[in-house]
Every structure is written in C-alpha cells, then in structure tokens.
C-alpha cells in the first residue's frame, strides 16, 4: 500500500466492493466502488473476523457458521474499528450484526491486537483488488445477503489492463460507432433518394403534357355604325 491515503472502510458483498479512503496529502475522504467479482484473498482475508464477532455477541463456536463478516469500519488516524456482517436466524432470515466500538490499544476482549493485524490485511487485499487489478475472473458462491459461502481456493487475477490499452479500446470503440452512424446515414439517405420520384416524372400537381391548354373564347368585335352624314 501507498503511504498517501489510509483505508477506512471495506465492504465486500456478491455483486460489489465498496472502499472509502482518505487522501493524506490533502485530508479529503474518498468513496468508491467496483462491481467485479472479489477475488478470494480479499474474501478471505475477512473470514478471521466470523469468531470475534461471535465472541462480542456471546454466540458459541457451534454458531459460528452463522456469522458472515463483509467489512470494518473505522476513522483516519483511529484505533477504534467496529466489525461488520450478517448473522442467519433461528428462522433463515438473515439480520445485519456489528459490533461495538473496539479500541485495538486496550484489552478488552483479549483480541484486540490480532484484530488489528487482520485489518491491515484486508486494507493490503483490498488496495491491491482497487488499485493494482488484483480481480477474480472464477465465480465466488454467495449467500443471498451477499456475504461468501465458506473459504474460497485462491484463483489466477485477472491481467492487468494498462491506461494505454484502455484508451485504445476507448477509441477503437469510438470508432466504430462513428462508422456506424456514417453507415446509418448513408442508408437512409439512399433510402430518401430512391422514394423521390424520378426528374421525368411529372408531379401530382404538374398538368400532363398531353393536356392541351383551355382555348378562351373569341369575343366578336362590335358592329360597325354608320358613320352619320354632315
């Protein structure tokens, strides 16, 4: 991980990721998020996380299976975090369950320090899933609340595709629309031009030239009068 920006978030569920982070140079927060399938060292590296949160909720080991961690939280410069997940019910459903805020300097649960190198892991795996193009091209079961089913066999990350790559593939998508459209508008202005009528094609509104042009009447000149005598 870089030293210019600190992980304060992670979430992973079946269908995103979501990181927030803060931007040290500057102090600004960032949030972002990817939909492409985790891969599954970040998945895993959440999966230590299931007994501390039972232990918070006084849930034994036999209900273990029960707890699924997505993610932390925590504060920029903090050594307070508070675990994230969902716990499945006597009944199926399934409920979010967090815990409180844990003080990693203090020993309150006995797990603190060994919680907090855990995180650091998770920070590790997510960076480099956000940062680094570290994606799983398997897909990973999921429960229906998003959380995974159980460890997952670490699968080959996907190719890292360079700025460069991506703006070629910008631009040859680009233009390939613009033919396209270019091909659009020739075939409708073909089809424009094969509707118009024909130049020797007299209009509706045009005489046909085998109509003769009405022939006015002649009006007969006057009758001539006598010129009187002097």
Avoid: C, W
Avoid at 49 to 78: M, P
Avoid at 131 to 156: C, H, L, M, R, Y
Avoid at 168 to 194: H, P, R, S, V
């Amino acid at each position: 991980m870089t030293d210019n920006l600190e992980i304060v978030a992670v979430k992973v569920l079946k269908d995103k990721v979501t990181l927030e982070y803060v931007d040290k140079t500057n102090q600004r927060p960032y949030s972002t998020e990817d939909k492409s399938t985790p891969h599954p060292d970040l998945v895993n590296s959440l999966k230590p996380l299931n007994q501390y949160l039972a232990r918070i909720h006084y849930l034994s080991e036999e209900h273990l299976d029960k707890i699924s961690v997505n993610g932390f939280s925590t504060k920029a410069e903090s050594s307070i975090y508070v675990i994230k997940g969902m716990l499945t019910t006597p009944s199926g459903k399934k409920v979010a369950i967090n815990s409180d805020a844990i003080d990693s300097t203090k020993e309150v649960y006995g797990f603190e320090e060994h919680m907090e190198e855990i995180i650091d892991n998770i920070r590790s795996e997510a960076y480099e899933f956000f940062f680094n193009d570290k994606t799983s091209q398997q897909t990973i079961p999921f429960e229906e609340d998003g959380s995974a089913i159980g460890p997952v066999e670490p699968g080959e990350p996907s190719e890292s595709v360079s700025q460069e790559q991506k703006n070629a593939d910008i631009e040859e998508g680009l233009e390939e629309n613009n033919t396209a459209m270019e091909n659009a508008m020739g075939d409708k202005t073909n089809a424009t031009e094969k509707d118009l009528p024909d130049s020797g094609e007299k209009q509706p509104n045009e005489p046909k030239s085998n109509q003769e042009p009405p022939v006015e009447p002649e009006i007969p000149p006057p009758p001539d009068e006598g010129v009187p005598a002097l």
